[in-house]
């Protein structure tokens, strides 16, 4: 789940300059206390300014923060580095990456102690991680519309899927690669489920892309390139009003003194994403890895993440901002694909994918 806003982002680059005091290597004992954990992370992970400081407070460790890349980028990495742990603690393998995680042994068993009845929707299923992964937070992955685009065209919003492959909708439609961004393979995975198996230029899901295409969608590499350049909603610059986002992205586009987003989400289209977190195996800090994550499911950062990465928190005890209850929505259907389907077709569904959205 990618932040949707680059000053924020840059914040956060900020403060994980400021918390990277020391290195994570320590001569410590596995299970001993040491001076510094190492936190991996996707490129879009982001807290306000001071919250990770709370941490060491509470506990004398300094957390330091290292981006891989996008959500696929970090699971490689940890797969490629399994033997020589790159960090102590992940966040953000989500429900697309997950099994591959869990099934090349990077993660040591453990789920916060925290965790309460209420959060279970988000466990993955029994023998899929559910002892190595706790969730952090979720949103639904969906199309966005420019209402206002819309509304001075004269022409009708779609719906649904299938209505994104009409000739009305023709070059309106931005979105990021599967291959490459973890929305993109979380809107391909919707294609999946919603149109099944079939053969590019036929039935199914490659067939839907394969019309996609030819009704001129524009793919880009990641999702800051398809919202921000190619998207015509207002902190946007492109021309083109449906975009692969979220559907907590509407709420962030309000202007001061609006009562109405001037997009929204189309929820017949969505695929929901939980995005994770994990103790790494091999870490020489255990306890204090476990304790870390115990923080990140805790209410002090629950209650930050909304508005630092745009997405819903999953602890019930968290509280939402003001304007959440309006203007950001959830599907009450979502696209869903198992996280043990995922794990054994994504490789041949991006290659696939590729060969489709590249001709």
């Known amino acids: ?21 020391s290195s994570c290597a320590s001569d410590a004992a596995p299970g001993a206390a040491s001076e510094t954990l190492v936190l991996v992370t996707h490129d879009s992970f982001t807290l306000s300014e001071g919250t990770l400081a709370q941490f060491t407070e509470e506990t004398g460790i300094e957390v330091e923060v290292q981006a891989l890349g996008d959500a696929g980028e970090l699971v490689n990495k940890l797969v490629l580095t399994k033997n020589s742990p790159l960090g102590d603690v992940v966040f953000g393998i989500d429900n697309t990456f997950a099994s591959r995680a869990v099934n090349e042994g990077v993660l040591a068993d453990y789920a916060s102690k925290d965790l309460t009845d209420a959060e279970a929707q988000y466990l993955l299923p029994a023998g899929s991680g559910l002892e190595q992964l706790t969730p952090i937070d979720n949103g639904d992955v969906c199309v966005n519309v420019d209402h206002e685009w819309f ?46 198996e079939g053969e590019a230029g036929g039935d199914g899901w490659q067939g ?87 923080f990140l499911f805790s209410t002090t950062v629950q209650n930050d993440i909304p508005e630092s990465m745009y997405v819903f928190p999953v602890n019930a005890a968290a509280t939402l901002p003001e304007g959440w209850s309006e203007y950001a929505a959830i599907a009450e259907n979502p696209f869903v694909v198992s996280p043990d389907d995922i794990d054994a077709g994504r490789e041949a569904w991006l290659t696939e994918w590729a060969a489709i959205a590249t001709p």
């Not at 990021?176 to 999946?192: K, Q, R, V, Y």
């Not at 880009?220 to 979220?246: H, I, Q």
Request: aromatic content about 10%; some cysteine; proline content about 6%.
């Open 151 to 196: 509304a001075e065209a004269g022409i009708d919003e779609p719906v649904t899927l299938d209505d994104l492959v009409k000739p009305e909708y023709a070059d309106l439609f931005v979105v990021p690669a599967a291959n490459s961004s973890s929305p993109g393979l979380a809107f391909l995975l919707a294609t999946i489920a919603a149109f099944g």
């Open 208 to 294: 839907y892309w394969s019309k996609l295409v030819d009704n001129g969608v524009k793919i880009d590499a990641g999702w800051s390139d398809a919202y921000y350049v190619d998207f015509s909603g207002p902190s946007s610059e492109g021309d083109r009003p449906l975009v692969v986002s979220y559907a907590s992205s509407p709420p962030f586009e309000v202007q001061e003194g609006d009562t109405e987003a001037p997009t929204g989400a189309l929820l017949d289209t969505c695929f929901r994403q939980t995005e994770y977190a994990g103790v790494i195996a091999g870490t020489e800090n255990t306890a204090g890895a476990e304790k870390l994550v115990d």
């Open 1 to 21: 789940m990618h932040t949707r806003n680059k000053k924020l982002a840059a914040a956060g680059v900020l403060l994980a300059v400021g918390l990277a005091v």
